[in-house]
């Protein structure tokens, strides 16, 4: 079953991302770069494999909230890794400098997005319809079910979900995939464990969830930065 972007993770790796590669899919054999007018030209499977780890190693950074970085000094960090040479940061220190940048431009990225997303609750509180929760949670009804059966936090239920930013992007959609799904309760965001205790099966509701009720300020991919509200049109299916 496909992960998705609900569940909650803790904790911090610069770990690598492999993709399973169809045998008969060959790299293509020369790609330009109209922007820098440079030819990047794979010879070998050594050439193909080497632009796939980059682009492997980007798009985990990326997902971790670790942009920008200069990028000269970081080609010479993974030179000298890979040619075994001293490096230039103590190994003892390596982990705590990663650490360190990644909570600056988390403090910063968090301190942006917040402030819109007070902006953003504080006009949506004011439409029709719109119920705002002392936690800071804010819900519409789209459509009330028949049954009077609310889940508990230790059940286990099946919802379809739509996620959204406040930009409208989509950040992950059961919907999209045409496939509900089955969680416990207790294991997902503070918003969701709190909205559909309120719910009865067959309802269709939509969340409007604060940073504090959703990941904080920390880092979900690519779209989801630090401090960000979430959106999410939730349908409960059911009680497990």
């Known amino acids: 079953m496909k992960k998705t972007i609900l569940f909650l ?47 492997r190693i980007a798009q985990n950074l990326k997902a971790q909230g670790l942009d920008p970085l200069n990028m000269q000094i970081f080609q010479k960090g993974m030179q000298d ?3 075994s040479k001293k490096p230039l940061i103590a ?3 390596l982990d705590g400098c990663i650490g360190n940048y990644q909570q600056k431009i988390n403090k910063s990225k968090s301190s942006t997005a917040r402030k819109a997303g007070e902006v953003f609750l504080a006009a949506n509180g004011k439409r029709e319809g719109v119920i705002s929760l ?13 049954d009077t059966l609310k889940p508990k936090l ?7 979900y739509h996620g959204t930013l406040i930009s409208g992007a989509i950040f992950d959609s059961s919907v999209d995939r045409g496939e509900p799904i089955s969680f416990p309760l207790g294991n997902v965001i503070v918003g969701w464990q709190e909205a559909l205790q309120l719910m009865t099966i067959g309802s269709k509701w939509k969340l409007y969830i604060p940073a504090d009720l ?5 880092q979900k991919g690519d779209l989801i930065v630090p401090g960000s509200l979430l959106i999410f049109e939730v349908e409960l299916l059911g009680i497990e």
């Not at 959703?214 to 920390?218: E, I, K, P, R, T």
């Open 9 to 55: 993770t803790m904790g911090f790796a610069v770990t690598l991302s492999y993709a399973q590669v169809k045998p008969t899919v060959k790299p293509t054999a020369k790609t330009s770069e109209k922007s820098t007018g440079t030819v990047v030209v794979f010879k070998s499977a050594v050439d193909s494999a080497s632009y796939a780890l980059g682009m």
């Open 81 to 83: 890794a890979l040619q």
């Open 91 to 93: 190994d003892g220190i």
């Open 134 to 146: 002392p936690s800071g949670m804010q819900y519409e009804i789209i459509k009330n079910g028949s």
């Open 154 to 160: 230790s059940n286990k239920v099946k919802c379809h």
């Open 214 to 218: 959703a990941y904080g300020d920390q």
